[in-house]
């Protein structure tokens, strides 16, 4: 089966161009690097010339109200030339719960991508992966003042990328959803809790303090961004911080 991963240079895209090639497919990486522009339009039919499938883990430079124009313009592209291509399955990654939270930008922007594949006109999956551990640097640096962070307590279930991955290639080689599956790390963790542990365990003198309203999860009403119903992945957060 031939596989063409568009956004298969970055975080997920490699590891899962790497495992759909270890268990015996043909997965091709795709990206701006490799001549394929996803909003221009540019490269995308031989990207997907005889692929089966198309896994898109593209991402917006932005988290803000632009990324909504992101989405679209690339479905719309990606969609397009994979019909004239001939694919026969569509998987994107998204995030379990963005349809909960409409006050975020970025989460609104992409439903609306999930959205687009579901009405489009080829078989699709969408995995929905709760928030990456790798993600925590960056979610600690948003909220930094100093030597305090300020995270709310707001629930989250931390998966590894590695396991993301696990899902979105067992999605790709497999047949299409068309629906919905998410997948979860195996612990909940308050946020501000996580922030202290990661921290710790790290040996940073950084301070967590409590604090509802800070940063873009404080926006999160609820045990929005966990799923008891999910399918667990193996990694523990303090494994994959050893």
Not at 87 to 93: D, N, Q, R, S
Not at 113 to 141: H, K
Request: some cysteine; glycine content about 10%; charged content about 20%.
């Amino acid at each position: 089966m031939k596989c063409a991963v568009i956004g298969g240079t970055g975080l997920i895209g490699s590891k899962v161009v790497g495992k759909l090639n270890a268990a015996g497919h043909e997965a091709v990486p795709h990206a701006q690097s490799t001549g394929v522009d996803v909003i221009g339009g540019q490269g995308l039919d031989e990207a997907m010339t005889e692929a089966d499938v198309v896994v898109n883990l593209t991402n917006s430079p932005t988290f803000d109200e632009a990324s909504a124009a992101f989405f679209r313009t690339s479905m719309d592209n990606l969609l397009a030339a994979a019909r004239r291509g001939g694919a026969g399955h569509f998987v994107i990654l998204s995030i379990v719960g963005a349809d909960q939270v409409p006050e975020l930008d970025y989460y609104r922007a992409k439903v609306l991508q999930e959205n687009i594949l579901a009405a489009g006109p080829i078989p699709y999956s969408i995995v929905r992966a709760t928030q990456f551990m790798e993600f925590m640097d960056a979610v600690l640096s948003w909220t930094t003042e100093g030597d305090t962070v300020r995270l709310p307590a707001t629930p989250v279930q931390p998966i590894a990328a590695e396991d993301v991955a696990d899902a979105v290639a067992e999605a790709a080689a497999g047949a299409p959803l068309n629906g919905v599956r998410n997948v979860a790390g195996p612990e909940v963790f308050p946020l501000d809790e996580l922030g202290r542990t990661t921290l710790s365990r790290r040996g940073d003198r950084r301070t967590v303090v409590t604090d509802p309203t800070a940063g873009m999860f404080a926006l999160v009403k609820g045990d929005v961004l966990t799923d008891r119903h999910a399918r667990l992945a193996p990694t523990r957060y303090t494994d994959w911080l050893s």
